[in-house]
């Protein structure tokens, strides 16, 4: 099991105890800390995420501490001491650890994914926004013009065009 945790991409983390301590961590788990080379077993969650550095602790640590509830939370931020904004899809599952609660923490940094979605959909609404100027432009044109794709069917066309050779403009 220890080999198996070790090698998961997920960050894993085992925390127990009123407190909340950590008795595992994954070195994937450790990567994606604000203090990363910081040695959290036997550490409290909010020594590890503390809320005096803005991780907004408190929420999490009440929720955690729920009896039998397991949390999934797709996207958290965290703006991390260097400055920068990370975020993560973490959940939460109850479990028994040592005949007592704890709860097992899998987490995964998001951040570069929610960059390349966010970038995805400001290309998608600059592309759109091209589009609807090509076709305002295409239909103020006076002229008889057709624009036909690579297997020669017409994607746009004039006014003008469509009322010669009779079909739809757009």
Known sequence: LQEVLQNSPSGLALVSGPGLIFQLATPTYRSMLPHPFMDIIGQSYESVWPSDEGFGAEKLLQQMRGVGKSLHFDRIEQRFP?????????RLCSIYWREEPARLIMMQETTQADRARMLAMEIARETHRQAEELDAIIMAMAEAVAIFSSNNTITRATPAAASLFGFDPL
Do not use: A, Q, R
């Open 82 to 90: 260097d400055g920068l904004l990370h975020s993560f899809s973490l």
